[in-house]
């Protein structure tokens, strides 16, 4: 018998959005998980507002809807807000009931600025690691270093003469030009930096991420970003395993590629009890360089297996440049650049997480 259509459904729903969404779904063990840290934060977050006023955005909806973003990759928070609006899923996850009305796009950029300001993700992702059932997963004496290009919301027009010259054409014309990041800075985003990733490839304005990744079972356990130079890669290196290893109590090691193998950098490291698990650099180089890292740290057997697990913190960058919002930027500013890129390592360990737990 053909079933009657109708082109209009009906006016009420008597379905909650729980039971909608599947008993396997993956963002049901997510959202349990999310749930208890927000709960533990619960005072953090409280000293972040007013106690008289009109009522903001709550915090623990406006990070869980920062985190449907990176999950699904949505590239504003325009169209977060029109997603939120039709999607039950994301209302769910959120806390959103079916009848509730969505914020205004501006509204919720501004209070994700308050979390920003009050550091509030770096607070998330260190009462993440602390989870009961996160921190067996953890190991706190072996670790991994690394950092990547994030591509900054520019345009190469925009990278003008800091003295406000060669401003004739708007600069559509910078081909056979001598561009520095001393003499020239961008125009809409200052913050960023030209940067060239290997002779041969094309200069972007760009920042760096940098994130260190324990060796048990790959999570991101601390990151931070810096304007892209040379020599930013090692600063930030020593700047986050001098914590680990302070956090530690005891000698640690740290697996790098060979861009960390130089002579002053692996002094540094051992002076901050971390043994240096570096990649030797081997290639024949005009100028001379050799590797600062001989057998007496190769010989071991350690060196072979922190090598090994190095390269599992390229699935960090790989899911949050395929999947999360790291391959380009939709922020101006190194403070809220930073943001996004630890919103990011937050997004890849909670989907690893129940995984791990299960498993």
Known sequence: MRGAFSDQGGLFSYIAAEARVPKDHPLRAIRALVRGVLNELNRSLSGLYAREGRPSIPPEQLLSALLLQVFYGIRSERQLMEQLDYNLLYRWFVGLSPDDPVWDPSVFTKNRDRLQNGEVFAKFMSKLLNHPQVRPLLSD????????????WASQKSFRPKDGSGDDDGGANFHGQK??????????????????????????LCYMGHAVM???HGLAVAGMVTHATGT???????????????QAGRR???????AYDTAEHVTKLR???VTPHVTQYNTASPRGRQSAIDTRTTRHQGYGMSQSRRAMIECIFGWGKQHGTMRKTKHRGIARVATDFMLNLIAYNLIR????VAA
């Open 141 to 152: 004496e072996h670790f991994s270093v690394d950092g990547t290009l994030i591509e900054a």
């Open 214 to 216: 324990e060796n048990r």
């Open 252 to 258: 640690i090691t740290a697996g790098e590629d060979k």
């Open 232 to 246: 930013a890669e090692r600063g930030a290196s020593e700047t986050m395993l001098k914590a680990k290893a302070k």
């Open 353 to 356: 997480i129940p995984k791990l």
């Open 271 to 273: 002076g901050l009890n």
């Open 179 to 204: 561009r520095k990041n001393d003499t020239h800075a961008s125009t809409t985003d200052p913050d960023s930096r030209l940067y060239r990733k290997a002779a041969g490839r094309e200069a972007k």
